[in-house]
């Protein structure tokens, strides 16, 4: 099971833009394939942290499927055994971003 305790956007001065503690369940595909569960564990509009099931190979190009917003094309900058970093191929918009924000907390406040 994985979990996740809510902390505002934060910017550790090496990222281009804040990132956010979340969990979001999500999926990951490779060419819309191959779809096995993961979780969303820290998000920007730039990339994620993603907790697997299976190891990811760094410079691997997946699909994620994140709720509400669909496919994103990714690819991983760092894995380390069941956790990864990815990198959007293209950056999220700010609505997607907030989106996907809004669903954590509603998630939270549901559990």
């Given at each position: 099971?994985?979990?996740?305790?809510?902390?505002?956007?934060?910017?550790?001065?090496?990222?281009?833009?804040?990132?956010a503690?979340?969990?979001?369940?999500?999926?990951?595909?490779?060419?819309?394939?191959?779809?096995?569960?993961?979780?969303?564990?820290?998000?920007?509009?730039?990339?994620?942290?993603?907790?697997?099931?299976?190891?990811?190979?760094?410079?691997?190009?997946i699909?994620?499927?994140?709720?509400?917003?669909?496919?994103?094309?990714?690819?991983?900058?760092?894995?380390?055994?069941?956790?990864?970093?990815?990198?959007?191929?293209?950056?999220?918009?700010?609505?997607?971003?907030e989106?996907?924000?809004?669903?954590?907390?509603?998630?939270?406040?549901?559990?």
């Amino acid at each position: 099971m994985f979990a996740a305790e809510f902390e505002p956007a934060q910017t550790d001065g090496r990222r281009r833009t804040p990132r956010a503690p979340v969990s979001l369940d999500a999926r990951i595909g490779r060419g819309g394939l191959d779809r096995t569960l993961c979780r969303v564990v820290d998000l920007s509009v730039y990339g994620a942290k993603l907790e697997t099931y299976s190891a990811l190979r760094v410079g691997s190009m997946i699909w994620l499927t994140l709720p509400h917003i669909g496919q994103v094309a990714a690819s991983i900058v760092w894995s380390d055994d069941f956790a990864a970093g990815c990198q959007f191929q293209t950056a999220l918009d700010s609505d997607a971003f907030e989106a996907l924000l809004e669903l954590d907390q509603t998630t939270r406040r549901a559990s």
